[in-house]
T-cell receptor
C-alpha cells in the first residue's frame, strides 16, 4: 500500500518532443505528489509538485497531470531539450504521517539532439 | 544561498569499521530526513528527525544504524560495523515545519571494501 509504481524505466525522446512519465499509487491517504530530477552524482532536485485538490499544474515546460479517481499522476515535459536528460523520480507523502516521501523507481530520460 | 550540506561527499570504509555521515539542513529548516539509494534504484526512506527527537525511524535497519539531530550541530547518520551491502548513496533532505517540500543535499557515497 505504500508503493508508488513508476513507468517507463527508461525513455528516449527526440529534441523538441514531449516526454511523458507515469506514476500510480495505492494509498489514498497520500496528499502530496512531487517530482524530482536527478543528474548523475548529484542529489535529487525538486522540480514540481501537486496536491490532490487540482488536476493539473504547469511550471514552464513542466506539467503534472493528476487523476485522483485512478490514483495516477504524470509528468509531461514539453519541447524536451538535451539538458533535460536525467533520471526523474515521482514521489508521494501523507501529511498526517511523518511526511516521509515514498519514491517511484525512477525513469532514465534521454533526449536525443 | 546555503542549501542542504552533507559531508563527506565520498567515504570509503573497510568491513567492520564505522561510518559517520553528516547533514546540515537549510537555514531555517528544523526537519531532517535520511534516504538511501542503492545503485540503479529509487530512494528509500530511513529516518525522520527534528531537533533532539526521532519522529519516525520505520525505515532504519534494526541493527547497526542510528541517527541523531542534536540541539546544536548537524544531523548524524551512524553505521556501525559496515558490511558490503551498506554501499550506497545516502541523502539527507530538510524541510520547514509548515511545508511539504523537502530539499535534498548532494549525498554521501559510501563504499565498503
Amino acid at each position: 500500500q505504500q508503493q508508488v509504481k513508476q513507468s517507463p524505466q527508461s525513455l528516449i525522446v527526440q529534441k523538441g518532443g514531449i516526454s511523458i512519465i507515469n506514476c500510480a499509487y495505492e494509498n489514498t491517504a497520500f496528499d502530496y505528489f512531487p517530482w524530482y530530477q536527478q543528474f548523475p552524482g548529484k542529489g535529487p532536485a525538486l522540480l514540481i509538485a501537486i496536491r490532490p485538490d487540482v488536476s493539473e499544474k504547469k511550471e514552464g515546460r513542466f506539467t503534472i497531470s493528476f487523476n485522483k479517481s485512478a490514483k495516477q499522476f504524470s509528468l509531461h515535459i514539453m519541447d524536451s531539450q538535451p539538458g533535460d536528460s536525467a533520471t526523474y523520480f515521482c514521489a508521494a507523502s501523507n501529511a498526517q504521517g511523518a511526511q516521509k516521501l515514498v519514491f517511484g523507481q525512477g525513469t532514465r530520460l534521454t533526449i536525443n539532439p | 544561498n546555503a542549501g542542504v550540506m552533507q559531508n563527506p561527499r565520498h567515504l570509503v570504509r573497510r568491513r567492520g569499521q564505522e561510518a559517520r555521515l553528516r547533514c546540515s539542513p537549510m537555514k531555517g529548516h528544523s526537519h531532517v530526513y535520511w534516504y538511501r539509494q542503492l545503485p540503479e534504484e529509487g530512494l528509500k526512506f530511513m529516518v525522520y528527525l527534528q531537533k533532539e527527537n526521532i519522529i519516525d525511524e520505520s525505515g532504519m535497519p534494526k541493527e547497526r544504524f542510528s541517527a541523531e539531530f542534536p540541539k546544536e550541530g548537524p544531523s548524524i547518520l551512524r553505521i556501525q560495523q559496515v558490511v558490503r551491502g551498506d554501499s550506497a548513496a545516502y541523502f539527507c533532505a530538510s524541510s520547514t515545519r509548515d511545508t511539504y517540500e523537502q530539499y535534498f543535499g548532494p549525498g554521501t557515497r559510501l563504499t565498503v571494501t
